[in-house]
């Protein structure tokens, strides 16, 4: 056997085991996992505002996974009431978990930060409503406007933010946007038996949660 010969092969077993341990043991695992009831899919705006999540980079500073409270200190922090399970991700395709939490985990915003107006003037400008964020600015996702039109969405703003002459306005890509943002909610009940009791018991209530604070 030539050498050639033995590279293929080890290089044809090294694909063919990445192939069972990657996609057909976790498909075969996965694949036939329902939403729960309480997940809804998608509304046709909040698929666009998961594609402009994506195309700007959220995904990048942003997780949506919260972790086990054994491990991690999620809960307490107030990102969710329980941990992430696969059936929350059904909908998900692909699923943006996320590598990094340079900002806070999304995975409940919508609970947690369920003002459209706010997450608006975050977008725009996050130091207006919090000082110390790092997160960039997305002022191409507003319009400035001499003066609104009908139909037009005016972002409200501290007056230290606010453009000296005219309004600022939403475009479709914002709208969007932030109704993806307030769809993720994954607050309801975890729909894996034999989840332990005591981290539903234990856990802190989104609702309870200061609005305004990411």
Known sequence: MTRLTV?????????????IVLVILPQSMLGKLQAPPELKPYTLEEARGREVYIANGCIYCHSQQVRDPNITTDIAKGLGNRASVPEDYVHDKPHLLGTMRTGPDLFNVGSRL?????????????????SWSIMPAFPFLFQHKAVAESG???????????????????????????????????????????????????ALPISGLQEGKP
């Open 114 to 130: 369920p003002a459209k107006e706010w997450h608006l003037a975050h977008l725009y400008q996050p130091r207006a409503l919090v």
């Open 7 to 19: 590279l293929i092969l080890g290089a044809l077993a090294t694909v063919i085991f990445a192939l």
């Open 152 to 202: 037009d969405t005016v972002v409200n703003l501290p007056p230290a933010y606010a453009p000296a002459h005219g309004v600022i306005v939403t475009t479709s890509d914002a709208d969007a946007l932030v109704a993806y943002l307030l769809a993720l909610k994954h607050d309801y009940a975890v729909p894996v038996a034999g989840y332990k009791a005591e981290t539903e018991k234990d």
